[in-house]
């Protein structure tokens, strides 16, 4: 049974940092893309960054372009999602998501895991 494991939100002032991690389990995701999303109460979810199947390409939405890395390290079938320079309104539900179906900007993935709070007070 596949499964996605979120870790590492939490509560955190503005300017501060976090670093989420994603491990995968079941099957190896090695040849697959893997994303973040993240969702805000009364918003969908919206993409926030991704990373192809050998960590070659990165893709940022702008908004956390230059204050997000993606990485993944596939000997441990996991994904981080490293955030510098925190915002209240980063504050969301954030997301991973293996395999996605198209464009990986698009919440269109084949797993998911459970999500993990990231709270930003100003």
């Known amino acids: 049974q596949v499964q996605l494991v979120e870790s590492g939100g939490g509560l955190v002032q503005a300017g501060g940092s976090l670093r989420l991690s994603c491990a995968a389990s079941?099957?190896?995701?090695?040849?697959?893309?893997m994303g973040w999303f993240r969702q805000a109460p009364g918003k969908e979810r919206e993409f926030v960054a991704a990373?192809?199947?050998?960590?070659?390409?990165?893709y940022y939405t702008a908004s956390v372009e230059g204050r997000f890395t993606i990485s993944r390290d596939n000997a441990k079938n996991t994904v981080y999602l490293q955030m510098n320079s925190l915002k209240p309104e980063d504050t969301a539900v954030y997301y991973c998501g293996v395999g996605p179906r198209g464009n990986v900007r698009n919440p269109e993935y084949d797993y998911w895991g459970q999500g993990t709070q990231v709270t930003v007070s100003s």
């Open positions: 079941g099957r190896t995701f090695s040849s697959y893309a």
């Open positions: 990373i192809s199947s050998s960590g070659g390409s990165r």
